[in-house]
């Protein structure tokens, strides 16, 4: 049995479906599209399944589920978000104390498997970078496995042999696999093809404050001043004397360094990972800081094999693999349709990292956001989009999507009400709220959504200029004027200060 939202049940057995035997392609599609008496379809409620109390039988059941229905007339992004939801489950039971290493290899290929037809039915939806954060969870996946069988936790066929080449297999699988993610998410930038190649990529990607003199300075003195540890880098008759003569040539400017001695030491100096997309040999290669894992995402760069590194820029997730090949985008749409485009994805936060609101774009256009505006104005939320038409701040939802679609800063919620497509529509959305003929706020939203919308209105009213009060209007006539507490904590903001940027008493 799953436990949906609001205490709603759904009594399904797990061999029921697993095979399709007792229902129909059919059956199982209009079973999918069934509504509750707040409009919400059954796969839309599965799609917003908590991942951390689904059991694994249940995700077995929704997967089987899934697998069986004729998806034709199905919203695909929804799908693909239920399907993501299950391999979530999957992969959250790999560290289950309880199961031994061959059961976690089990859950682990099913998570790998489920990840696949979740990317599958992103890139059908055209939602590419949802696609490749999914290849990125199948790699994920894979590397578990190489490990599990890498390590000797469990033998292919008790042929310990068979077991070593089966985990290499395995680890070029998550390379390849992430080189495809990395080719959904992100576009080739060139940089001038010097010698300072590769510090000028990273500081294009990361959003580096550095000039590349002072990037080549850093790498040095950490090579320098830590030369034991990288001594063993050096294959030559002298290490100590090529990694000296490695060093001055790093104060050098547009010297080539060859060999990977540099990407491998500015980890060390960033303190983040960095990915290299090698474009020759088609795999992707991991350089971390000497602590080991890190929880800040890598500074992703291309590489074409030989002698040259090119910066990364995340696609915009509306943008189809067609155009990212073609070029044919925002600006020639704009220009064939007279339909303003989004610029997201040019802003940076104030440590100069870029702000991906490109996701919230593809997402809304995704899902309709027409849709959802119309839905408003009739006065009932019916379907499913709240996470990326209110987004609200980071650490106020657990799921997959409350973490996708989060605003990490006050800096990225002012970017976000100042791009002119996510600002304009955000404003619409509120303005149809407050128009509502609702007597309350529970009265469009169910009681979960009526907090994620309180949580939204803010910290939108807490950025938003004075010109703008709608957000603010939105919590005098719901709310009180009353703001969300948690979303005050978070933002640190004292009550006064809030009331000072919405008007507030």
């Not at 395995?170 to 959904?184: D, I, R």
């Not at 290490?239 to 001055?248: G, I, K, M, Y």
């Not at 088609?282 to 992703?300: A, N, Q, V, Y």
Request: net charge negative; glycine share 6%.
């Amino acid at each position: 049995m799953l436990l949906l939202e609001a205490g709603h049940c759904l009594r399904l057995n797990v061999d029921h479906f697993r095979y399709g035997e007792n229902i129909s392609s059919h059956e199982a599609g209009q079973l999918l599209q069934g509504a509750n008496h707040d409009g919400q379809t059954l796969l839309q409620r599965l799609a917003d399944i908590d991942v951390s109390s689904t059991k694994v039988d249940d995700a077995a059941c929704i997967h089987a589920l899934l697998n069986r229905a004729e998806t034709s007339g199905l919203m695909l992004a929804d799908v693909a978000l239920a399907y993501e939801q299950v391999s979530a489950v999957y992969r959250r039971a790999v560290d289950d104390v309880q199961y031994g290493p061959e059961q976690q290899a089990d859950v682990c290929e099913e998570a790998a498997v489920v990840a696949m037809q979740a990317a599958q039915s992103y890139e059908e939806a055209n939602m590419p970078e949802m696609a490749a954060k999914l290849y990125g969870q199948m790699a994920e996946s894979y590397r578990r496995l190489a490990l599990l069988i890498g390590d000797g936790a469990i033998d292919v066929n008790g042929d310990r042999q068979e077991s070593v080449g089966k985990a290499n297999a395995m680890a070029k699988e998550a390379s390849e696999l992430e080189y495809k993610q990395c080719v959904c998410a992100f576009k080739e930038q060139p940089v001038p093809k010097d010698g300072d190649c590769l510090f000028t990529a990273l500081k294009e990607s990361g959003g580096l404050d550095k000039s590349t003199s002072a990037l080549r300075s850093l790498v040095a003195d950490e090579l320098e001043s830590n030369s034991a540890r990288y001594v063993s880098f050096f294959a030559a008759a002298d290490p100590a004397a090529e990694l000296r003569a490695t060093a001055s040539a790093l104060r050098c400017d547009r010297q080539w360094i060859k060999g990977d001695v540099a990407p491998q030491l500015m980890p060390a100096v960033l303190k983040r990972p960095i990915r290299i997309v090698d474009t020759h040999n088609k795999r992707t290669e991991h350089f971390l800081p000497p602590e080991g894992s890190c929880d800040l995402d890598p500074i992703t760069i291309f590489y074409n094999g030989t002698d040259h590194y090119n910066a990364a820029r995340r696609q915009p997730m509306g943008v189809s693999r067609s155009e990212a090949v073609t070029g044919f985008g925002a600006m020639e749409r704009a220009r064939l349709t007279g339909r303003k485009e989004s610029v997201a994805g040019a802003e940076t936060d104030t440590a100069g990292l870029p702000y991906d609101l490109a996701r919230f774009v593809s997402a809304q256009d995704a899902s309709s956001y027409e849709k959802a505006l119309q839905e408003l104005r009739d006065g009932k939320k019916r379907t499913h989009w709240m996470w990326y038409m209110f987004p609200q701040f980071q650490g106020l939802g657990s799921s997959e999507q409350a973490r996708q679609f989060a605003i990490h800063s006050s800096s990225e919620a002012a970017a976000y009400l100042a791009d002119p497509v996510l600002g304009d529509r955000i404003t619409q959305l509120t303005r149809a709220v407050n128009e509502s003929a609702a007597r309350s706020i529970e009265g469009i939203f169910s009681e979960v959504d009526a907090e994620k919308f309180h949580a939204s209105m803010t910290l939108f009213s807490s950025v938003a200029p004075g010109d703008n009060p709608v957000f603010a209007d939105a919590l005098k006539r719901y709310f009180g004027g009353s703001r969300h507490q948690r979303t005050l904590d978070i933002l640190n903001l004292p009550a006064r200060q809030v009331a000072r940027s919405t008007g507030l008493s």
